[in-house]
């Protein structure tokens, strides 16, 4: 009832048009103010990205390229929640705050590790469904005496940060069908600014300011345009109609505000990125061709008032889900024997962008992974789209590089100014991609319009092995001047974490095979290492106390990948999620715990006795309904159950009870008898049977 209450009382606050804003707040004087977040003075961490141009670079230089070696584990924490942990900490006056998965907030004594207070925002497990990558959650705001967090339920909510008491909570939404939130709130002047994802699930994208003391809405701007007969907000929304075709705002539109949000105190602004159309396929909402504005886009507004300024859109036309939400940073560079304060940019689709930061206007762009759905840029930096990545019109599978996990996706890059480096976590991925011309929109599920029955993995040993040689990650050191590599470390997969760079010449990564590793800035040479026994895909952060410094990371293997990638998740071996918060420093003396050896996972399916027909709808329901969480051609990764090897297999009635009556929805798994009849949760256990017998057999080769 609270909740609900909550989210009447923001709908009729979003309903009050034309009424008086409310009165703002003053400016934070103690605590952490604005001054002191725009400083970004190393000493604490006080913002994401550590400053306001979001470098993530720490100018604390204790632990150098010498003494690096001597880095020892100071202490650590383990979490309660076995699910991919995104989070950078953030550090102010001694205390550490982290934010796990579930939205849940936890604060530490940054030096011992002792537990100050935790949250539980009691995020109702259902929300699940809605949530494309995992119950995962990228950190908190701070400012005055409050920490800001945003639950994946859509609330945000403000917290004491000496007691962890909530002083204000507030509904952000505007529904709970289509959005979640799994993005760090950030600070502008007073205002907590923050969107949402849901771009598959029918959401219209936005980014909204609330008032850091009350949490009353300041302004909200949308980015993409609504139904026109209602009239659009402002003439940014009018001007963007033009590029879309159809009922498009009947699906919402997308465009979704799910990560990067920068505020820059020097000009105002504050830029963020947007994601992609909805749906991927532009026939299945016979949207058309066009730019789809403003996904796909860097924009920027004035931070005070919410008015735009400028939008430069990255990919136009989207239809390969290559959102532009990857972290947005702000540097100060000399360009053609000119200082130009710029916006750097590693989206999704592959191509690194330098932008005018005042104007947007594009001062230049080249390739830092491999793809081929474009070639090249032209003048203005709108890319050269190949005929062939246009599935839709061809009626022919594209397999897309980058997939829709991206070149580089939200795990954050970091800039260097002693260096001029950017330090970017690449994947190189494929995806295919084939319009389904038989798709019709659901209440529940992904919606995108493809037909990823027909492009999912075979039970082919050579073409699993093709296709897991070709899936490679790399550290990629780029330099944004010359638009070109620096240095790069391979490394055997794709989805490793976001990186630190230091004044000690240092850059701190995490990977997916369990390594925390630090390199040489210049050169990418490894010089430490650290078993974290996780799978690592958070950025790392820095802080001193007491006149040491310290770096902490959060480990904890999940997110989309393991969702999704089935057999190519974990092409080096299985990836266990071990949650826990890791502090190093110089001369640190704590030991992590062994771990317990992992149990072997024997195929042991009942024999299949179902027809084609059947096992031909099942892969269609289960691609459809099933694969987002429970992994590409029914292979799973770590965080949820393998169906291939349920104990539900043998029953036609258990399988029942948990699709269609939702026995399980307090874990997540909701119902999903409006999208899928009892005769379809048949037809895919019949699969669910035929994939296991033959994965079975591939084993046993």
């Known amino acids: 009832m609270k909740r609900l209450a909550i989210m009447v009382a923001a709908a009729l606050a979003l309903a009050a048009c034309g009424e008086k804003a409310p009165e703002r707040s003053p400016l934070a004087t103690e605590g952490v103010t604005d001054a002191m977040i725009a400083a970004g003075n190393g000493e604490e961490w006080l913002t994401y990205g550590g400053d306001t141009d979001e470098k993530r670079f720490s100018p604390l230089d204790q632990i150098t390229t010498e003494n690096v070696g001597e880095l020892q584990l100071a202490w650590y924490a383990d979490l309660d929640t076995a699910r991919g942990q995104e989070a950078t900490p953030l550090m102010h006056d001694g205390t550490l705050f982290v934010t796990t998965a579930w939205s849940m907030v936890k604060a530490y004594d940054a030096a011992t590790g002792k537990l100050k207070w935790e949250y539980d925002p009691e995020v109702p497990r259902e929300t699940l469904v809605r949530a494309c990558c995992d119950a995962v959650n ?14 994946l339920d859509g609330r945000l909510i403000a917290l004491d940060q000496d007691t962890g008491s909530v002083v204000w909570e507030k509904m952000t939404v505007p529904d709970q069908d289509n959005y979640t939130i799994t993005g760090a709130p950030r600070i502008a002047r007073g205002l907590v600014l923050i969107g949402s994802g849901g771009a598959e699930y029918k959401a ?26 209602a009239g659009f907000e402002n003439d940014a929304m009018e001007k963007a109609a033009k590029t879309w075709g159809g009922e498009w705002w009947k699906m919402g539109g997308g465009g979704t505000v799910w990560d990067s949000i920068t505020y820059d ?72 024997g000119k200082a130009r304060r710029v ?18 206007e594009f001062l230049s762009g080249d390739a830092y992974a491999q793809m081929n759905w474009a070639d090249g840029l032209d003048d203005k930096g709108r890319p050269n789209i190949q005929q062939a990545a246009r599935y839709e019109q061809t009626g022919q599978p594209f397999i897309g590089m980058p997939g829709a996990i991206g070149a580089h996706s939200w795990q954050p890059m970091s800039f260097s100014p002693k260096t001029g480096l950017v330090y ?22 992904f ?71 630090a390199f040489d800035a210049k050169s990418g040479r490894q010089l430490w290492s650290f078993p974290a026994q996780t799978g690592v895909i958070a950025a790392p952060m820095s802080f001193s106390v007491g006149g040491e410094q310290y770096i902490a990371v959060l480990a904890g293997w999940g997110g989309v990948w393991d969702l999704v990638g089935g057999v190519l998740a974990d092409k080096g071996g299985p990836v266990r999620n071990v949650s826990r918060l890791l502090v190093f420093k110089i001369g640190g003396n704590a030991k992590l715990p062994a771990l317990p050896a992992l149990n072997d996972m024997v195929f042991d399916p009942p024999k299949f ?66 999208a899928i009849k009892p005769e379809g949760a048949e037809a895919i256990r019949h699969y669910l049977i035929k994939r296991a017998n033959e994965d079975k057999a591939l084993e046993g080769k």
């Not at 602004?269 to 159309?277: C, I, M, S």
């Open 138 to 151: 990228r950190g908190v705001a701070l400012y005055g005496n409050n920490a800001y967090v945003a639950t």
């Open 204 to 229: 219209r994208g936005y980014i909204a300011a609330f008032d850091a003391g009350t949490g009353d809405e300041v302004w909200r701007w949308h980015t993409v345009p609504g139904d026109p007969a």
């Open 265 to 336: 105190p020097k000009s105002g602004l504050v830029y963020f990125g947007t994601g992609n159309a909805e749906p991927w396929n532009p026939a299945a909402n016979d949207r058309g061709a066009g730019d789809s504005l403003y996904t796909g886009s860097i924009v920027a507004l004035d931070a005070e008032t919410g008015e735009y300024r400028w939008h430069f859109q990255e990919t136009p036309e989207d239809r390969w889900d290559y959102d532009s939400n990857a972290q947005i940073t702000l540097a100060d560079v000399e360009l053609d």
């Open 343 to 360: 916006v750097l940019h590693a989206p999704k689709n592959g191509f690194f962008y330098v932008l005018d930061a005042a104007t947007g």
């Open 424 to 445: 970017i976590p690449t994947n190189n991925v494929l995806q295919g991609y084939l319009a389904d011309k038989e798709w019709e929109e659901s209440d529940i599920g």
């Open 447 to 517: 919606q995108v319009g493809l037909d990823t029955a027909s492009t999912s993995m075979p039970a082919d040993a050579a073409v699993r092995q093709q296709m897991a040689d070709l899936h490679t990650g790399a550290l990629v050191a780029w330099d944004p001047v010359a638009q070109k590599e620096a240095w790069r470390v391979s490394q055997p997969g794709p989805w490793n974490g976001g990186t630190l760079s230091t004044a000690g010449g240092l850059v701190f990564q995490g990977n997916a095979g369990g390594e925390f590793v």
């Open 609 to 674: 006795t179902g027809t084609e027909e059947q096992v031909k709808q099942g892969a269609g329901l289960y691609a459809r309904y099933c694969s987002v969480c429970h992994g590409d051609a029914a292979v799973g990764g770590g965080l949820v159950p393998d169906l291939r090897r349920s104990g539900v297999l043998p029953s036609d009635e258990a399988l029942r009870a948990i699709v269609i009556d939702g026995q399980l929805k307090h874990n997540g798994m909701v119902s999903f008898a409006s």
